[in-house]
């Protein structure tokens, strides 16, 4: 009977062993269960950011593309506004020599202007032979 008993507390003290094994197993499991949910939601987590950093890079490049072309068209305006601001410069600087030219047209034109009633007077003096011209009395 002692054979027996020591038998059956043997198997008692390794049915508790393995209560205890499956026990601790379970609680393993149950926390492995709850590390594989909180990577879940991580995983879930990320994979939003990364959607949204997708659509955020999207954005930039379009309005980086859109930069690049305003950029353009600045440019080819800028080039075609210096272009034509140069142009008028060099227009500008030809002024003095076309003033200079009106000036001196202009006295011509007065001069002549001065000399057209004398000039008539004369003309006038001649018409009439019986009369003797002023300049020569």
Partial sequence: MCFRRAERDQVTLEKEQLKEALSALKEREVEREAQFLHLQEKICLLEKEMVKAKSIKEHLV?????SILELAKV???AESDETYYQATIKELRKTPFWKDRYIKL???????????????????????????PREIS
């Fill in 62 to 66: 379009n309005q980086r593309q859109r």
């Fill in 75 to 77: 440019q080819a305006k």
């Fill in 106 to 132: 202009a006295w011509v034109a007065n001069q002549a202007l001065v000399d057209i009633p004398r000039s008539l007077r004369a003309a006038k003096g001649m018409i009439d032979p019986t009369r003797t």
